[in-house]
């Protein structure tokens, strides 16, 4: 299942710390003594290994060449024992062993923590720990200190796609509360934007998706959770990324069981049976298979159904790290099992899910479990109690969902209100600017017509004409894009905003384009900034003589421009996009020096019945031009139906 995200205790003293370094240590000149066919191999070999947990190279292979190694380690440079302990803890991930998994990213950080620099192996070992701890536990409060940390440490480091993975897996952790929703969103879109500055693949930004859709589960936000799962899959599908197109297509059952959609899961649960049948070496597909056909046959009253398959999961249970999953196959069989009138074999699943582990206090599942128990040894009234108690906890379960819900939608509406608030009092310090300026001005004249009694008519005219030019100066000057003329990136969204709000009282249509220019970055670097600069003041000249008379153009900033349409439905705001994209790519753009061709990628989302703000708007927009993108650009995408 995917690298989510992940808190951490805290770390043990440094004397014990040192202790189970060395011990390590130990245990491989043991295992190097002990393999008569080894040879000597030295810790600078380490500088060129790839260590991550995606190397190729078996995990059996590389825990003997490190054993081999560890002989040379007491001479070496400090950065490379503290690297061998890190390569060491993914080939144990990689392998399986979980506790001495995360025993040695614990001594990989201890001794990453003692060099004078911070390196990326640091920040991955972090990582890695955290990691470990959601696989065992799935408990936020194991594992999302280490990323809290890990992006802390990464800002130091000049490693963007560090960076990014920090970010990423941190946001993981920021979906327990509503009020959180902001906190992780903002993780997120500073990854995609170091994504976007260093010009990387959709399959390398998928996990940002991912993330992106965990926070809007987690906030019942589901359409939009399945929006980013699904574009997260089509990434990693061009990819072949077999394992994280296994763990959206489990994302997206489980969102299409929340929604009731069985037809949605049933498909997907058909992708999923492919893929497991195409992917053998995955060993734990079969059982992610298994649970959630069960988790799905269940959610819809299919009892017996649901037995079949999460009794084949739970066989399978010795091919999956994941203990949270084997517990809730535990629990869920369990329910299923008391459901279909089999209360001796409910009671047996039950116990065996509460031997487990200690569920957290007031858990709807662990006191239903507890239920089945008391019913089974003969307590009907404790049973009854605990009933109630896990119906009261659904209950409140269910309330926080709402409140997620309405806070999540209230967060996306507090924003509007904060930004339109801003441009009021931007605009009321012009105004009042401009006042202190008309003032002044008056006094002088005031002064003049004293002195130039004669005269004093026409030099107040004068001066009422330059106050009013000036003003209108200043006006134009805030509002527009310095180099291209047309509305920057404030009062374009102030401008859409007004319309979009007009729409929404009227009745009326409203559609939005997202614009980039696509390759632009290239054009920058072969003719350079000043040749960018005239493409860019072509290409808004292309759109203008393309746009109808009530469109309103703004650059947002770089390449990137906003077209609000009043009045366009969404085949008409597509037909204009396209029309855009033509006046783009038909002919060519003076640079300067020479003329060079260009294509302009766009993204076109219309208003609906169901869109709250111009801010969920823009997000579909948004997406739909991240998909023309990754669709080959040079193409206008329409955003999915609401």
Not at 91 to 107: I, K, N, P, S, V
Not at 203 to 221: F, V
Not at 313 to 321: H, I, K, R
Not at 489 to 506: C, G, I, K, T
Request: charge should be negative; aromatic fraction near 6%.
């Amino acid at each position: 299942m995917p690298r989510a995200p992940a808190l951490f205790p805290s770390s043990p003293g440094r004397a014990g710390s040192a202790a189970r370094r060395a011990a390590g240590v130990v245990l491989a000149l043991v295992l190097c003594a002990a393999s008569s066919t080894s040879r000597s191999i030295e810790p600078a070999e380490l500088a060129d290994w790839n260590c991550e947990p995606d190397a190729v190279d078996a995990p059996a292979e590389r825990l003997d060449r490190l054993a081999a190694m560890a002989e040379a380690l007491p001479a070496a440079p400090a950065e490379l024992p503290a690297r061998w302990h890190y390569c060491r803890a993914t080939a144990l991930e990689m392998a399986g062993r979980l506790d001495e998994a995360r025993a040695a990213y614990t001594d990989a950080t201890e001794a990453h923590a003692e060099l004078p620099d911070t390196t990326a192996d640091h920040v991955r070992s972090l990582l890695g720990r955290s990691y470990v701890d959601y696989l065992q536990t799935n408990d936020p409060a194991r594992y999302c200190a280490d990323r809290a940390e890990a992006v802390r440490l990464a800002r130091r480091l000049d490693a963007p796609r560090v960076l990014i993975e920090a970010l990423t897996l941190q946001a993981f952790c920021f979906g327990q509360r509503p009020a959180d929703l902001d906190e992780g969103l903002a993780r997120l879109d500073e990854a995609l934007q170091i994504a976007r500055t260093e010009g990387l693949d959709p399959g390398e930004t998928a996990m940002i998706h991912n993330a992106t859709a965990n926070l809007y589960r987690r906030n019942q936000l589901l359409d939009l959770a399945d929006r980013q799962l699904a574009l997260a899959h089509d990434a990693w599908a061009a990819e072949d990324d077999r394992q994280d197109m296994f763990n959206m297509l489990h994302g997206r059952i489980q969102v299409a069981i929340q929604r009731g959609r069985w037809d949605d899961a049933e498909r997907h649960l058909e992708s999923m049976r492919a893929l497991t049948e195409r992917s053998p070496s995955f060993a734990d597909f079969p059982f992610f298979l298994a649970f959630n056909r069960g988790a799905m046959e269940l959610a819809r009253g299919d009892h017996q159904a649901a037995i079949t398959a999460l009794d084949r999961a739970l066989a399978l249970e010795g091919s999956t790290g994941e203990r949270y999953f084997v517990a809730t196959t535990l629990r869920l069989l369990a329910r299923a099992h008391f459901q279909a009138g089999n209360p001796t074999e409910a009671a047996g699943h039950a116990r065996a899910f509460l031997a487990l582990g200690e569920p957290p206090a007031g858990d709807p599942g662990a006191l239903s479990a507890t239920a089945i128990a008391a019913y089974a040894d003969g307590d009907p009234a404790a049973a009854l109690r605990t009933l109630l108690r896990a119906l009261d906890a659904e209950q409140a379960a269910g309330r926080d969902r709402m409140q997620r819900n309405a806070a999540s939608q209230a967060t996306l509406h507090d924003q509007r209100i904060e930004d339109f608030q801003s441009a009021i009092l931007r605009e009321q310090l012009a105004n009042r600017e401009l006042q202190l300026q008309q003032a002044r001005q008056q006094q002088q004249t005031s002064r003049v017509v004293n002195v130039l009694a004669a005269a004093g008519a026409l030099v107040l005219a004068v001066l009422v004409g330059f106050l009013l030019w000036s003003r209108h100066r200043f006006r134009e000057h805030a509002r527009t894009d310095a180099l291209t003329g047309v509305a920057n990136r404030r009062y374009a969204m102030e401008r859409a905003e007004r319309l979009f709000a007009q729409s929404v009282d009227s009745g009326d249509e409203f559609a939005l384009l997202l614009l980039d220019l696509d390759h632009f970055k290239s054009i920058n670097d072969r003719h350079g900034h000043d040749a960018g600069d005239r493409v860019l003041q072509g290409v808004v000249r292309a759109f203008l003589q393309a746009l109808p008379g009530d469109a309103v153009l703004g650059r947002l900033g770089g390449e990137e421009f906003l077209i609000a349409l009043p009045g366009s439905d969404r085949a008409r705001a597509l037909a204009q996009a396209e029309r855009v994209r033509r006046a783009v790519a038909d002919r060519p753009i003076d640079a300067g020096v020479s003329e060079v061709a260009l294509t302009v990628s766009i993204g076109v989302a219309a208003r609906g019945a169901a869109t709250a703000s111009l801010n969920a708007l823009y997000r579909r927009a948004d997406q739909a031009l991240y998909a023309a993108k990754h669709d080959g650009r040079d193409r206008s995408s329409v955003d999915i139906d609401e």
